[in-house]
């Protein structure tokens, strides 16, 4: 079992910049395909990012390419996610998911089998 705490989530004016964290804990993270989701209200969760830990590897969906970051410290048994050039849009709750099915780069929640809470990430115009 891993169990998943993100954090970091705020308010933030559009253009701006926040790093949300994932901590994981009774597991270590290394092995497992790390990924972000989202949901915004009202709208179903979303697809942001995932990294392999074999080789580090991601895979972004286009609406966050080239201005979201996923990164992880296996030291610290964590994972981020750089959230640069933000837009009101990306107003959502961020969530943390962890996948056992292989070194796949999943887009879809039923391949995560472990997801934290979530943090909110505001985004004002």
């Known amino acids: 079992q891993v169990q998943l705490v993100e954090s970091g989530g705020g308010l933030v004016q559009a253009g701006g910049s926040l790093r949300v964290s994932c901590a994981a804990s009774?597991?270590?993270?290394?092995?497992?395909?790390m990924g972000w989701f989202r949901q915004a209200p009202g709208k179903e969760r979303e697809f942001v990012a995932t990294?392999?830990?074999?080789?580090?590897?991601?895979r972004y969906a286009d609406s966050v390419k080239g201005r979201f970051t996923i990164s992880r410290d296996s030291a610290k048994n964590a994972v981020y996610l750089q959230l640069n050039s933000l837009k009101p849009e990306d107003t959502a709750v961020y969530f943390c998911?962890?996948?056992?099915?292989?070194?796949?780069?999943?887009?879809?929640?039923?391949?995560?089998?472990?997801w934290g809470q979530g943090t909110q990430v505001t985004v004002s115009s």
């Open positions: 998911a962890a996948s056992t099915m292989g070194g796949r780069l999943g887009v879809r929640e039923y391949e995560y089998a472990y």
């Open positions: 009774g597991r270590t993270i290394i092995g497992y395909t």
């Open positions: 990294q392999r830990w074999s080789d580090f590897s991601t």
